[in-house]
Each structure stands twice: as C-alpha cells, then as structure tokens.
C-alpha cells in the first residue's frame, strides 16, 4: 500500500515528468509503468520517506535506462562516514580513524547483499556512474534505511574490518541529526580544488572539477590569474577533470579559451568514473583541441538524455530531463517534436567513452577526495 501522501509526491512527479520529458517512453510505455507501480505497492509500504525513496528510485531505474541518469528524486541525509570502491572491496575514505577499512557487513548483513539492493534503484549508462552513485548510497541514510534489508531497522550498524585485521562496529541511529562538525565536507567531497593551478617542472595543471554556478568568479579570476603567469617554459598543459560531475557547460568555455591562446603547449586531459553531464562537455572540448585522454571511463555515455529540469513538491525536489545530446557530432534536441521527427538511430547508440591510455585508480593510492 502507498499513504496518501507519497501518492500525490507520486503523481505529481509523473505527470510533471510526462509533461517536460522530450522521449518520457524511451525505455517503458506508460501502461508498463502503471503495471510497475501496482505491483510495488501491493509488495511494500510506502509510508514513510525512507520506503517512498526506494520506491521512486526503484521506478525511475526503470524510466530512464543507461540514458537519461538526470532523471532523479534528489535527497540526501548525511552520514560521518564515506567510502570508496576498489574492485570488490569498499573502503573507509572518512573518518580518518578507520581509513582503508574494509565495509563487511551492515546490521550483520553482508555488504554485497547491501550493494544489489542499491543497484536495484541506482540510474546508469556506464560502470563508473553505477560505482559513484553506489559510493554515494554508503553515507546516504535516507536511502539505506529504505533498500528491503534495512528498512525495518531503526539503527545502523557498519561492521569495519580494519588494517590491522580487527573489526569495529559504527553505529548510526535513523532520527539522530548529526552535527557539522561530525561529518565530513561535502563540498570537498564533490569538488575538490576546483578552478586552482600549480606547475611542476614544464608543465600547468590545472584543476577543473565542477562547472557548477557557484564557481564561475573563481574560474574567471583564475583564468585571468593564468593569463598574467609567464608560460614560456612551460610546454605541457595538464586539464584535470577529475570528479566534475557537471552544471554549467557554458563555463567550460572559459578554459577553453585560454587553451585555445596556449595552442602551441601539449595538452592532456585527466578523466576518472566520476567525470558526468556538464564535466563530459569538457572532456569533449579538450578531445577536439588534441588532448591526450589518460585515465579512467567516465559517469555517462557521450551521448544522453540531460539538461536537468528542477522542480519541486513541498519540500522535495525532482529533476526531470529536458533535452537529448550528442556532443560528438555537435548535436542537441530540445523539444518533442524536434525529437519525434529528426532523431536518428545513429543519433541514439550509445557512445563510451574510452581514454587514449587507459590508468585506473589502485587501492594504494587511496587520498582524500
């Protein structure tokens, strides 16, 4: 059964979705949809924010496929403790106490048992968004206490097996805000160094990990910082996207410029898992000025449903995508009939991207993000 409020959340979020979506049926047909929704209500109960997260997420899968990974219900509770994925094995990124511990189990259930039920209800075209969407999940109280596993408890307990081989067990409470002071910050987590440089020997890294809104004066004074450095040793501009997970495409044009003034130096693009819709823009950008691509396959095909479309319920926020992309071949549809009468297949196959030199992230070089 579903409580009558999370049945208007519900409604509200298809009929909006319905509404401003360019393809709303490219994976499933609405009749299919409500199939979905009676059976998951005739499964579980909906009646508290944890359960209806689950259960949004779990039929948004399903709405947006490998393509549209924009689509989403956005809601985060922080938990004090994030991870990392290597592989199979989860490690304790934050707190600093317990860095490099391995997650074993939560409330005594095996964590793989944990991570197919957040898969389950996790959006993604690529392995590396399904790995940040699940390293994200880990510190994300709102949706643990949702997934079938958890949902019942009121408490959770991580089991952490440390470096030294013995365990300690975390515990979480389900009401309990915690402090600022508790957790770690977000900001960082996300965004890193953004907008910032340094040389080391002939070469300029510099660091362009989000194109969100809040950083367009640092980008500009830092670009404008770059311009009055004397570059004529250097001969090797290194763009570090690393975690630019997106925004504002628009402000990758800045850099871009000023490479475009520095066309005589080298130029090589640092990718990882994390890279995603506005970041993607970017590593389009320096591909097209001969960027030597070294690193890992980034959050999300080239080409992709996006342009993330707010809007909220109350006190809850949806993002519902309104345009389809293909950067590659300088392409974009930003309305339904554009989309019914001139998208092709070629237009719609998936494209993956695939560094020039391949360098996955190893266990051992484990950092504070």
């Known amino acids: 059964m579903i409580n009558k409020k999370y049945e208007i959340l519900y409604n509200d979020f298809i009929e909006h979705y319905k509404r401003v979506h360019i393809n709303p ?69 934050f707190p600093n106490n317990l860095k490099n511990g391995k997650l074993i189990s939560i409330n005594g259930i095996n964590i793989d048992v944990i991570i197919n039920e957040l898969i389950d209800t996790i959006s993604y075209g690529t392995e590396g968004k399904k790995k940040y969407e699940l390293e994200k999940s880990l510190f994300n109280k709102v949706k643990l206490f949702g997934i079938p596993s958890l949902r019942e408890s009121n408490e959770l307990v991580f089991e952490i097996e440390k470096t030294d081989g013995k365990k300690e067990n975390i515990k979480f409470t389900k009401y309990e805000k915690y402090l600022k002071d508790q957790l770690f910050d977000y900001d960082e987590y996300r965004y890193g160094n953004n907008a910032t440089y340094r040389f080391v020997d002939n070469c300029l890294i510099y660091n362009h ?24 040793n250097i001969d090797t501009i290194i763009v570090d996207i690393r975690g630019n997970t997106g925004g504002n495409s628009a402000l990758n044009k800045i850099l871009m410029d000023f490479i475009k003034e520095n066309s005589d130096k080298k130029l090589i693009c640092l990718t990882d898992y994390r890279v995603f819709s506005g970041g993607r823009y970017a590593l389009v950008d320096l591909i097209n000025l001969g960027a030597l691509t070294i690193g890992e ?73």
């Open 209 to 232: 990990s989000s194109v969100q809104m809040k950083f367009k004066e640092k980008i500009e004074s830092t670009i404008e910082m770059l311009k009055k450095e004397d570059l004529s």
């Open 297 to 369: 396959e980034i959050s999300t095909p080239i080409n992709c449903y996006g342009n993330s479309n707010w809007f909220n319920v109350g006190e809850y926020y949806f993002s519902v995508s309104e345009c389809y992309f293909n950067p590659l071949l300088n392409y974009s549809v930003r309305s339904k009939n554009e989309y019914k009468n001139e998208v092709t297949n070629e237009i719609l196959v998936p494209y993956i991207f695939h560094p020039d030199i391949l360098i996955e992230e190893k266990k051992k070089i484990i950092c504070k993000i």
């Open 25 to 93: 049926w490219h994976e499933i047909n609405e009749e299919q949809l409500n199939e979905l929704y009676n059976k998951l209500i005739n499964v579980m109960d909906v009646v508290d924010i944890y359960s209806f997260k689950y259960f949004i997420d779990y039929i948004i899968k399903r709405l947006c496929g490998e393509t549209d990974a924009h689509t989403k219900f956005e809601l985060l509770s922080l938990l004090p403790i994030n991870f990392r994925i290597f592989d199979n094995d989860i490690l304790v990124n």
